[in-house]
């Protein structure tokens, strides 16, 4: 195969991988930039969701677009009641710092963890392709439906997060919270909904990104929170905390990057390329590509 | 309009407000005056619910009782606030600024009304597209003040608007709130300037450590002796 085929063929397949890790890094910049929180359970409730989706295939025989909505429907409810136990009770403590709820939603993940092993045991479980793998040719590459349901789906939840957060008037509400809550409140936002909504709405595209990569790799274990949430952690600080730009491009990057890193030198540092660029981003520009100013 | 009974306010075991009275009634420019530390800010802040007050009762007409409600409730009720320090959203546009200010209502005049500031407020028209964070001072002091009109507010609470502004700009800005006061809206200031806020407002009251020393006209003010002394500069 000619070099530069197998260049853009590897190409294709990164986009789709980075275009699922820069969902769930939208998810974790959403809560950062408005919460001021570090949600460590936002991939182990990716891995929950993603097992709703593979339970509702499995049991109930419904389609991919059912599943995944009823997957995002969980996260969102799922996120909802995040908010309200793990990091909401903390903002009353007159001892609050900003390690406290990053300790609380690393139990929340601990226990999401545990769970699913209790509940589908710790192996890998296959996970059901209700998508027909059908394969398009264009021009002398290859691209399969799932590798296309990957990218549009995540294009369109991105896009849709854009512009309703720059738009209308409940992304105003977003943005006035993120930067002035007090203000925010006697203009009249309603801000502990604005908070749950936003942990609500992150954990419904963590849920998005779940089925999506359980149906691109075939696979499912409750250890994929541990990864998945690590490399969306990591593209959370590659694009810039608080960043959505910097979410969507750091996480094509790093999809890129891992699929050449497999291709290109092997597949035993498909993981280590994250970190590699993580220490290589943190050295030149620690405050991510897109990250704002330190804060005084 | 509003009528405050017995207001007590902490700030966590400091008893900053120890059971104040007063009212403010449709139409009119009430003034809080009184030194710095002396609770005025505490007052508007208990009043916007922002602090929750630890007794007494804050009474809005048609409303009945609001001293319980959160801020975002308040702000339904019909009362609006220009923060001291002025609390633009800097990272949002004038116009998205103006269009939070909007926030609570949705009839179909909020664009009518935005180009109706805009055209009273010129300089905040040029920047309509601009950050906030770019406003000079004064700029933002009337981006906060056009901001909280657009709520079409029963009560303005104004704190401290002269603060850190040009003298120059600090006239405009009292203009800005008579006429603001003529066009119809009632208006709570509070100010440090005691000069300023006695010439706008019609009756004032002032504040010492917490409790009210004195209650009268804007007139019988400018002429009490102890307030030349303390307050005008002897």
């Known amino acids: 195969m000619k070099e530069s085929i197998v260049f853009w063929q590897q190409l294709i397949n990164g986009l789709a991988l980075g275009s699922s890790y820069s969902l769930v890094a939208m998810g974790y910049t959403l809560v950062f930039g408005v919460l001021y929180v570090l949600n460590m359970a936002h991939g182990d409730v990716l891995m929950i969701t993603a097992y709703v989706g593979w339970f509702l295939v499995s049991y109930f025989k419904v389609g991919f677009f059912t599943a995944l909505i009823g997957a995002m429907l969980s996260g969102f409810i799922l996120g909802m009641i995040l908010e309200r136990v793990a990091i909401r009770p903390l903002f009353r403590s007159p001892k609050y710092t900003h390690i406290s709820p990053l300790i609380s939603t690393i139990g929340v993940a601990i226990f999401l963890q545990n769970l699913a092993m209790l509940l589908f045991t710790p192996d890998q479980q296959r996970y059901p392709t209700t998508v027909k793998a059908v394969f398009y040719q264009v021009g002398p590459l290859i691209i399969s439906s799932v590798q296309i349901l990957m990218l549009v789906i995540a294009a369109v939840l991105m896009i849709a997060l854009k512009l309703s957060i720059s738009y209308t008037s409940l992304g105003r509400a977003i943005r006035a919270t993120a930067e002035r809550p007090v203000t925010a409140s006697y203009l009249g936002v309603n801000v502990s909904r604005v908070l749950t909504f936003t942990v609500a709405i992150s954990s419904a595209l963590g849920a998005a990104a779940g089925v999506l990569l359980g149906v691109a790799f075939g696979g499912i274990s409750p250890l994929i929170g541990f990864n998945y949430g690590m490399k969306g952690l990591i593209v959370l600080i590659i694009g810039g905390l608080g960043s959505i730009e910097g979410a969507m491009i750091g996480g094509i990057m790093l999809g890129v990057l891992e699929i050449f890193t497999v291709g290109y030198l092997s597949s035993a540092y498909r993981d280590a390329i994250a970190f590699a660029v993580l220490f290589l981003v943190l050295m030149i520009r620690p405050n991510g590509l897109f990250g704002e100013s330190p804060k005084t | ?234």
């Open chain 2, 1 to 234: 309009m509003l009528k405050v009974e017995n207001l007590e306010v902490n700030y966590g075991h400091v008893r900053a407000i120890k059971g104040i009275s007063f009212e403010v009634h449709a139409g009119e420019i009430v003034t809080l005056i009184g030194a710095n530390g002396a609770g005025k800010s505490t007052i508007l802040r208990a009043i916007m619910g922002i602090l929750r007050a630890a007794a007494g009762r804050i009474e809005l007409a048609d409303a009945g009782p609001i001293h319980h409600l959160a801020a975002h409730k308040v702000a339904r009720m019909g009362i609006a606030m220009v923060a001291e320090g002025r609390e633009i959203l800097s990272k949002m546009t004038v116009e998205e600024n103006m269009r939070m200010g909007a926030f609570t209502r949705n009839d179909s005049n909020v664009n009518a009304d935005m180009d109706r500031l805009f055209r009273r407020f010129p300089v905040l028209g040029e920047r309509r597209h601009q950050l906030g964070g770019t406003l000079s001072g004064g700029e933002q002091q009337m981006l906060a003040i056009a901001r909280a009109l657009m709520s079409r507010p029963k009560l303005l609470l104004m704190d401290e608007p002269s603060l850190g502004l040009a003298p120059k700009i600090i006239s405009e800005v009292f203009q800005i709130i008579l006429e603001i006061n003529q066009d119809g809206t009632t208006i709570l200031l509070v100010e440090q300037n005691a000069r300023k806020a006695l010439q706008v407002a019609q009756r004032g009251y002032v504040l010492e450590t917490g409790m009210i020393s004195l209650a009268d006209t804007c007139a019988n003010l400018m002429k009490s002796e102890k307030v030349v002394q303390a307050y005008l500069g002897g």
